[in-house]
């Protein structure tokens, strides 16, 4: 009896009497067939489709189990394509955060990670005619972080307006809970 497992490790490669020579076409097109039933069909697709449906949430096996690390990954990339005006909840470029406007400046040296940027920086940036540096900032000078008209903004630095912040609260607890 010939053992099938030697005969195939025999016949890889060079040590096959075929090597080098041109594919039969009945090969050929037994390889082609093989490479087809490979290809996902569309009905196991749709069955996928279904499954993923019915087993959202609480109801996958997977349910509070660890992310794959993959999937994390995967994740991550797919988030990262969907900034911007690839974001499904995309306004035309302009945010609101926190009280603050953001504007999509994906070119700006100093943007987030999302694309964004405060538009206030930006103005205040086309006012200097320079990029802000490390350490300055803009004020809102009524509080409304939204109010970004050019009389509203004071460019100052990190220290100044730290100081400027303090200053105003010991006015406020001075005229309103102050002895005199
Ligand atoms: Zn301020």
């Not at 497992?5 to 096959?16: C, P």
């Not at 609480?58 to 994740?75: C, E, I, R």
């Not at 990670?113 to 930006?122: D, F, M, N, S, V």
Request: aromatic share 8%.
């Amino acid at each position: 009896m010939t053992d099938h497992r030697i005969e195939r490790h025999w016949n890889v490669g060079k040590n096959n009497p075929m090597y080098g020579k041109p594919m039969a076409p009945h090969v050929k097109s037994i390889l082609l067939e093989a490479n087809k039933k490979r290809q996902v069909s569309p009905l196991v697709i749709s069955n996928l489709n279904k499954y993923s449906q019915t087993h959202k949430g609480v109801n996958s096996p997977n349910f509070g189990k660890p992310m794959l690390p993959q999937t994390k990954a995967a994740l991550a990339l797919a988030r990262q394509k969907q900034t911007g005006d690839k974001c499904p909840g995309w306004k035309g470029g302009k945010i609101r955060s926190r009280g603050y406007i953001l504007i999509w400046c994906p070119n700006h040296p100093f943007v987030n990670a999302t694309g964004y940027i405060q538009e206030h920086r930006l103005i205040a940036e086309k006012a200097l005619g320079r990029y802000l540096k490390r350490g300055e900032m803009t004020h809102h000078i009524n509080g409304n972080k939204a109010d970004n008209h050019n009389s509203n903004l004071l460019i100052c630095s990190l220290g100044y307006h730290r100081w400027l912040h303090a200053e105003m609260n010991r006015r406020y607890m001075q005229k309103y809970f102050g002895e005199n």
